[in-house]
């Protein structure tokens, strides 16, 4: 399984709402990452998750919330975000930090909307 | 800081090579990669260069390192239609033991594919 998984596909909220992303992987990768990523722009990462810790802080502001409750599974918790958040959402994951290829494999994204 | 830049557009016609150029300003950049992205969906991983590495052949695709211009190129043979996607370019510096090798990403190149 090469496969990074996430949910949900799009995403509709307004700015008073909470929801989460989710993301999962069965590669046994032990670093993880989120990236934002506007139209037609290059991914900008978010955070980075090595060994169910968080290891980077791209300094996001605290209406984005990582979690990472096991090694397989990423999630991202919004709350009061603005219309300018609004972008696809990436997970990546790869073998770990300290691995000299550390080949990131990315899922589909979600598509993030806020109202 | 370290800065990826690529040319923003590349037409062809079906058939034809597609040459999508990169340059980079980090002189430690250890691993270098292409990504392909296509409409709505994630970042798929093409292929990737080390840094001590000039050309690397993978079926239609040749990667040429030039190290002292810092100058990276992705050809693509025989292009076709399905090739139409955008194309980023990535160089990870930092790589090894326990440091974080960050991904800087290029622009993307958005590829357009002629029948």
């Known amino acids: 399984d090469t496969e990074v998984t996430q949910t949900p596909k799009h995403l509709v909220m307004g700015m008073t709402n909470k929801k989460s992303l989710k993301c999962e992987q069965h590669?046994?990768?032990?670093?993880m990452y989120w990236y934002k990523q506007k139209a037609k722009k290059p991914p900008e990462l978010m955070f980075v998750y090595s060994y169910e810790k968080l290891s980077i802080n791209e300094s996001v502001p605290s209406r984005f919330s990582p979690e990472c409750p096991n090694s397989s599974l990423l999630n991202l918790h919004l709350h009061a975000l603005q219309p300018e958040d609004s972008a696809l959402y990436l997970c990546a994951s790869s073998q770990g930090l300290e691995s000299s290829y550390n080949e990131q494999f990315f899922g589909p994204g979600t598509r993030l909307t806020v109202l | 800081g370290e800065d990826v830049e690529q040319s923003l557009f590349l037409s062809v016609r079906e058939g034809d090579s597609s040459v999508i150029n990169c340059t980079y300003t980090?002189?430690?950049?250890?691993?270098l990669y292409w990504y392909k992205q296509e409409p709505g969906a994630g970042l798929q991983l093409l292929t990737y260069i080390f840094s001590n590495m000039d050309m690397k052949q993978d079926q239609r695709l040749t990667v040429l390192l030039n190290k002292k211009d810092k100058h990276l190129s992705l050809r693509i043979a025989d292009t076709q239609t399905g090739d139409s996607a955008i194309y980023f370019c990535a160089e990870r510096s930092g790589a090894g033991g326990t440091s974080y090798g960050k991904l800087t990403f290029g622009q993307g190149t958005i590829l357009t594919v002629h029948p």
């Open positions: 590669m046994g990768h032990r670093a």
């Open positions: 980090d002189s430690s950049s250890t691993y």
